[in-house]
């Protein structure tokens, strides 16, 4: 692995950076780091972080969750859907906290946190692998998702027309991120990230009431069983595991916090964690307006005999259908480029600091349209891509999300053994390892079975 040194500021320097931003080496281009992705612009207001946040938190996972309802039954699916909402909540202020802990530092992406309280070295290996496979991962499964709302579009609308394979589908909504990509940074995203929001609030509110106004299906069953399968406990208990990951799966929006809080400006009288907090709240209030109605509606109307999807399970009217699934479009386009943003701030790091190759338009556009081509070939080939949400959820987003925040605390502030912040954090950190093995264990027997 390529390894990245933290500067005194929180930005990642390079032998080729001058003093002021002036221009760098003898290229005539100004400072890298006014250049890359993250750094480029810091005039972002504070809805933006709430419109970037919802945007990547909100994902396609609200739509199975109450198919990981189905496993958990009512008591414990319901305390599992608010005590992830709470300790996601709790170390998403942590982070926030922790993003200029240091007077006049800055830590502009995760890994750099992680440097900052683990070290140079092993600081990078904890945290890069995790933060790519989740940010890759769940680009991967939104070019999936992408692809198969598009196609169910198609279908809705149009019955009788000829029908094309989902890799076709999958392509069409690849070509909008060879031309979104091209975006230099978070703040020139801020419209796609609007309509993302707005959208994922609106197909998550058609989901829950249009299951409502289906009432409950009949023969509903709410017993700890899959459909047409005979109960056993290893059904159960594996089914349990898997639902875990994918509610993990719903609360991945930490690993672009920090790059968000890059973009605000911060003064010493207002730092950035007064309007980034502001915005998280907001947020926070969207995703549980968003995730607990269509958790509880869904499975309240469709009992064990809920699907993965729970648009799948909607039957009319068909209209509503087909612009609930447009709408999952445009919200999967909004998240792509949200995670995407910080997989490309990493690669033009690499190739400009590491590799010393020129930053610029040419750059920008290859090493932008190869990753979008990846994850498009990746998508195509394995289109099952999206079954491995209970592992993923498990591996990375579990401890990505919800305790390694809480060692990072730990390590940096010290808190006193006993004291609440210190029985606070340790909470978190059992909780999120045992959810990292459950959930990890239950997604892989689903992939093998």
């Not at 998702?145 to 076709?168: A, R």
């Not at 609106?202 to 005979?230: D, K, L, N």
Request: glycine letters at 8%.
């Amino acid at each position: 692995m390529v390894g990245y040194d933290v500067a005194a500021n929180g930005s990642v320097p390079s032998e080729m950076d001058k003093e002021n931003g002036e221009e760098v080496g003898n290229t005539g281009e100004k400072d890298i780091d006014s250049w890359l992705p993250m750094t480029s612009s810091r005039n972002a207001k504070w809805y933006y972080s709430a419109f970037h946040n919802v945007t990547a938190m909100v994902g396609a996972g609200v739509l199975s969750l109450p198919h990981a309802m189905r496993y958990m039954g009512w008591g414990p699916g319901v305390v599992v859907l608010v005590l992830s909402w709470v300790i996601t909540l709790y170390t998403l202020w942590q982070m926030v906290e922790m993003h200029e802990m240091v007077p006049g530092r800055r830590f502009d992406r995760y890994h750099e946190l992680g440097q900052y309280a683990f070290g140079e070295k092993l600081g990078l290996w904890i945290v890069v692998p995790q933060q790519l496979i989740v940010e890759v991962g769940v680009d991967i499964v939104y070019m999936v998702t992408g692809g198969q709302s598009l196609q169910k579009f198609h279908n809705t609308v149009c019955v009788n027309c000829k029908s094309f394979g989902q890799s076709v589908w999958i392509i069409i909504f690849a070509s909008a991120h060879f031309v979104l990509s091209q975006l230099p940074n978070f703040n020139s995203i801020v419209g796609v990230s609007v309509a993302a929001a707005v959208m994922s609030l609106s197909y998550s509110t058609i989901a829950w009431a249009a299951s409502a106004s289906e009432g409950q299906t009949e023969g509903i069953s709410y017993a700890y069983q899959e459909p047409g399968h005979r109960i056993t406990t290893p059904n159960l208990v594996f089914g349990i595991f898997t639902s875990l990951g994918d509610v993990a799966f719903a609360y991945a929006g930490h690993n672009v916090v920090l790059e968000i809080q890059a973009t605000i400006p911060s003064t010493a009288e207002r730092p950035s964690k007064i309007p980034m907090w502001r915005g998280v709240v907001v947020a926070y209030i969207v995703v549980a307006i968003c995730y607990f109605p269509v958790a509880i509606v869904g499975y309240w109307a469709f009992g064990n005999q809920v699907t993965d999807n729970i648009l799948v399970d909607l039957r009319h009217p068909s209209w509503l259908i087909a612009a609930a699934n447009m709408m999952v479009v445009i919200h999967v386009i909004g998240s792509y480029q949200i995670y995407a943003m910080a997989v490309f701030d990493m690669m033009e790091t690499v190739l400009v600091k590491k590799m010393h190759f020129p930053p610029g338009i040419v750059l920008r556009l290859v090493a932008r349209s190869l990753y979008v081509a990846f994850t498009c070939f990746m998508a195509v080939t394995f289109p099952f891509f999206s079954d491995l949400l209970g592992f993923l959820g498990g591996f990375a987003f579990a401890p990505t999300t919800y305790f390694l925040p809480c060692i990072m605390w730990l390590a940096i502030y010290k808190p006193k053994r006993w004291s609440l912040s210190w029985i606070t954090n340790w909470i978190c950190i059992i909780l999120g390892v045992m959810l990292m093995f459950v959930s990890s264990i239950g997604g892989l027997r689903s992939i093998i079975k």
